[in-house]
Structures are given as C-alpha cells and as structure tokens.
C-alpha cells in the first residue's frame, strides 16, 4: 500500500487488479495506518481458520476409518 503526495492511496492486490482511491493527503495517511493495522490481524484469523478446518478434515477421516474398522463383514 502506497500513498502518493497528492493523496492517492495505492493497493496493491496479489493476482487481482491494483486499487486507486483518490483522497485528501491526511485521509490517505489514516486509511493507511488503519489498513496496516487491521491487515495482520486479518492474516492471523485467516492461518487459524485453515488450521481448524484442517484439525476438522483430519477428525472426519479418522472417525470415518474407525466406522469402517468395526463394520461387520459379510
């Protein structure tokens, strides 16, 4: 994220178009700060999601190996 003299903010997006937002040079300043703030954040819940839903992916196949552990054979 980049912010231009003239008040520009500047997002870049990995694999998606850049984001332009023309703005007052002290809103570009606080849109910035706040975006740096909540950024990580962000990032953080996004790695524990995954992290669940893999921990939950991996339950699934155990409970699904032990069901058909004691199935009964005929």
């Not at 995954?50 to 699934?60: H, V």
């Amino acid at each position: 994220m980049t912010v231009e003299p003239a008040g520009k903010v500047n997002i870049t997006i990995p694999h998606r178009r850049d984001i332009h937002i023309p703005l007052e040079p002290l809103e570009a300043e606080r849109l910035v700060e706040k975006m740096n703030e909540l950024i990580p954040i962000e990032k953080e819940r996004r790695v524990e999601r995954e992290l669940a839903e893999q921990a939950a992916e991996k339950d699934r196949e155990r409970q699904k190996a032990d069901t058909l552990k004691y199935r009964p054979v005929r």
